[in-house]
C-alpha cells in the first residue's frame, strides 16, 4: 500500500486541499483527510496529482512513427515516451495509408492486448482514415483515400472483440445503414477530414457518431449558408478532440469551444516522430516533413501532426486560453476516458478506478508518473 499527498489532488471535477490518496494492488483504495491517516505519506509538493493523461491521437513520439514502423516495438517506445509527460494511456494513431497497412496495425494492436490487455499504455487504436475525403486530406495521401466497402468494414470489425477502436471518418462517404453497423459494434466513430454539409452531418450525429477529430482542421467552416461540420459539431453534444499547440488553433477558439462545450472537449497532440527528441526531419505518409518554427510542415506548408505533449498542452490551456487547471486536467482525462467508454476505470481519483496518478509541479508543468 502507498500513500501520496500534493497541495491539490484533482479528483475529476475539483481540486481538492489536504487530502491523501492511497493506492493498493493497482487500484485507488481511498482518499482520505490527511488528519485521519495514520500510515506513511510521501509528500509530493505544491503540484497537483491527477489521473494520468489520455491522449486518443498519437501518431508517433521518441523518435517513432505508427505509420512508419508498425509493430510492437513502436508502441513501446511511444509508451516509454508518453510516461515522461504524463500520459499513462493512449490509442496509437494510423492515418490514410495501404489498406494492408490497416490490417497490419490491427494485428499489432491485438499482438500487445494479447500480452498486456489495455493496462499498459495502449487502450486500443485510432483509424484515421483511409475512408476520408480528398478535399480536406490534409497530409494525408490521396492515393490510398478509399471508399468504404462492407468487406472492408467487416475486416476493421472482426478486431473489435480484441480491443476498442476509434476511426476517423467522412461521414458524406458512407451509407447510413454502414454507420449504424459500425455504431452497433461498439466502434467509436469520429467525424474528421469531411466535406460534409450541415444536415449530413447531423444525420450522422442523430445516428451514433460521438465525436470530431482535431476541431477545426481538416473539415466543412462554418459559413452564413452552410454551417458544415463545424457547426453541426458546436450546435450538438458532440464531443470534439483539440489539438492545443497555439498552431493548429487560435486560442480565441480554444475559449470559445470550452464555452460552448464545457464538458465535451478533450486534448489530443496529434504528436509525430521528432517529439520528445531533437529530430528535425522526418518521413509521414510518404512525404518528408520538417520542424520549422515548431511547426511539422511539407515543402508546402501543409501541417503533418504536432511537436506537442499533453502537459504542454495543458500548459497552454492554462497560460495562453485561460482556462481553468480543473477545466484543463478534465480535457486531459476525465473527458477522453468517456468518450472511449472507460470513466468507470480511468480518468478520476476515485474509490475503485485504476491508479494511473501523475504528479505536475505547477511551475513548470512537469511530470512524473506515481
Known amino acids: 500500500m502507498k500513500a501520496f499527498a500534493a497541495k491539490y489532488i484533482f479528483d475529476g471535477k475539483k481540486l481538492l486541499e489536504s487530502q491523501v490518496v492511497v493506492i493498493e494492488n493497482g487500484l485507488i483504495k481511498d482518499i482520505i483527510d490527511k488528519s485521519k491517516f495514520s500510515g506513511f505519506v510521501k509528500h509530493l509538493g505544491d503540484g497537483v496529482i491527477t489521473p494520468g493523461f489520455i491522449d486518443l491521437q498519437l501518431n508517433g513520439c521518441g523518435g517513432v512513427l505508427f505509420n512508419e514502423q508498425i509493430s510492437t516495438n513502436t508502441l513501446e517506445v511511444m509508451r ?66 478509399i471508399k468504404p466497402t462492407n468487406e472492408l468494414l467487416e475486416q476493421i470489425i472482426s478486431y473489435r472483440k480484441y480491443f476498442p477502436i476509434k476511426m476517423t471518418i467522412a461521414i458524406e462517404k458512407f451509407g447510413l445503414e454502414q454507420i449504424k453497423y459500425l455504431v452497433d459494434n461498439g466502434v467509436v466513430l ?93 518521413k509521414f505518409a510518404g512525404k518528408q516533413l520538417y520542424i520549422k518554427d515548431g511547426k511539422c510542415i511539407d515543402k508546402d506548408g501543409v501541417l503533418g501532426g504536432a511537436i506537442l505533449t499533453m502537459n504542454h498542452a495543458i500548459r497552454n490551456c492554462v497560460e495562453n486560453c485561460s482556462l481553468s487547471l480543473e477545466e484543463s486536467l478534465a480535457m486531459a482525462s476525465t473527458i477522453p476516458a468517456r468518450v472511449m467508454g472507460m470513466d468507470k476505470l480511468l480518468g478520476k481519483i476515485k474509490i475503485g478506478y485504476r491508479a494511473d496518478l501523475v504528479y505536475m509541479d505547477l511551475a513548470d508543468f512537469e511530470c512524473e508518473v506515481l
Do not use: C
Not at 209 to 225: I, P
Open 190 to 282: 469520429s467525424i474528421g477530414h469531411s466535406n460534409a454539409d450541415y444536415n449530413t452531418a447531423e444525420i450522422a450525429i442523430k445516428m451514433g457518431v460521438t465525436t470530431s477529430t482535431h476541431m477545426f482542421n481538416a473539415m466543412s467552416g462554418l459559413t452564413g449558408r452552410n454551417p458544415g461540420v463545424i457547426g453541426a459539431v458546436l450546435s450538438s453534444n458532440l464531443y470534439t478532440g483539440v489539438i492545443v499547440d497555439m498552431l493548429h488553433v487560435d486560442s480565441s477558439n480554444i475559449k470559445l469551444l470550452q464555452k460552448l462545450k464545457p464538458s465535451q472537449v478533450y486534448l489530443v497532440t496529434d504528436a509525430v516522430a521528432p517529439t520528445g527528441t531533437d529530430i528535425t526531419e522526418f
Open 80 to 145: 516509454n515516451t508518453w510516461l515522461k509527460f504524463g500520459t499513462t494511456g493512449f490509442l496509437p494513431t494510423l492515418i490514410t495509408s495501404d489498406f494492408k497497412d490497416v490490417i497490419s496495425a490491427l494485428n499489432v494492436t491485438k499482438e500487445w492486448f494479447d500480452k498486456f490487455g489495455d493496462s499498459n499504455g495502449v487502450l486500443g487504436i485510432h483509424l484515421e482514415g483511409p475512408f476520408i475525403s480528398e478535399v480536406k486530406n490534409g497530409i494525408h495521401p490521396k492515393s490510398f483515400i
